[in-house]
């Protein structure tokens, strides 16, 4: 059965709504610890990129607009430009941050996505190429340990980018890791990897 578009915008608003909600009682739980506080807040957070991505996109990908984006949604992200506004970090931002982990900003994480999904796409036996890893390293120009890594933490550094549905062309996949790859040594050794 294929979903459409409204019934994936309102299973991401009641997947936005949940976390909103578990990371807000995992907050007011004073036995929780600042990890467990940041992996709630950053599923949050996560929902609320997926709400906006999808809201941003849906007339151009779908033809047409979706349902107004839910009140509370927009209350909640009102309420935390307010207080930046004032220059006051909430927590729900400020715990977000986990010591101890290489961050990635956007565009980073935009073109380790492309060889992620050209992976999973040599995985899935949709485009052929016996060392799938070796041709990521090569293009990108890192260690085999740092796309392991980036497999591993798929789920963060996929969330939002589009690309990686089975739907796409395999030699799409492939051109869009290819281009990713000299954007991402380009931006590594202008150290443009922040914007």
Same mark, same amino acid.
């Given at each position: 059965?294929?979903?459409?578009?409204?019934?994936?915008?309102?299973?991401?608003?009641?997947?936005?709504?949940?976390?909103?909600?578990?990371?807000?009682?995992?907050?007011?739980?004073?036995?929780?610890?600042?990890?467990?506080?940041?992996?709630?807040?950053?599923?949050?957070?996560?929902?609320?990129?997926?709400?906006?991505?999808?809201?941003?996109?849906?007339?151009?990908?779908?033809?047409?607009?979706?349902?107004?984006?839910?009140?509370?949604?927009?209350?909640?992200?009102?309420?935390?430009?307010?207080?930046?506004?004032?220059?006051? =970090?909430?927590? #729900?931002? $400020?715990?977000?941050? *986990?010591?101890? &982990?290489?961050?990635?900003?956007?565009?980073? !994480? /935009? @073109?380790?996505?492309?060889?992620?999904?050209?992976?999973?796409?040599?995985?899935?036996?949709?485009?052929?190429?016996?060392?799938? =890893?070796?041709? #990521?390293? $090569?293009?990108?120009? *890192?260690?085999? &340990?740092?796309?392991?890594?980036?497999?591993? !933490? /798929? @789920?963060?550094?996929?969330?939002?980018?589009?690309?990686?549905?089975?739907?796409?062309?395999?030699?799409?996949?492939?051109?869009?890791?290819?281009?990713?790859?000299?954007?991402?040594?380009?931006?590594?050794?202008?150290?443009?990897?922040?914007?």
């Amino acid at each position: 059965m294929t979903v459409g578009p409204q019934q994936e915008w309102d299973r991401l608003v009641a997947l936005e709504k949940t976390a909103a909600k578990s990371a807000r009682d995992v907050c007011n739980n004073t036995k929780s610890s600042k990890k467990q506080r940041a992996n709630a807040l950053r599923a949050w957070w996560s929902a609320v990129n997926a709400v906006l991505i999808f809201y941003i996109r849906a007339p151009r990908d779908h033809g047409f607009p979706l349902e107004p984006m839910p009140a509370d949604t927009l209350s909640r992200l009102s309420a935390l430009s307010e207080e930046l506004s004032n220059g006051n =970090i909430p927590p #729900v931002i $400020e715990d977000v941050y *986990v010591t101890g &982990r290489r961050l990635m900003w956007r565009m980073q !994480r /935009r @073109d380790i996505a492309k060889a992620i999904y050209y992976i999973d796409a040599v995985r899935r036996g949709e485009i052929e190429d016996p060392h799938p =890893i070796k041709t #990521v390293r $090569e293009h990108f120009g *890192v260690l085999q &340990r740092t796309v392991q890594r980036w497999i591993k !933490r /798929r @789920d963060e550094i996929c969330t939002g980018v589009a690309g990686g549905d089975p739907g796409y062309a395999p030699d799409d996949i492939r051109k869009a890791m290819v281009f990713a790859g000299g954007q991402y040594r380009f931006n590594r050794a202008e150290g443009l990897g922040r914007h």
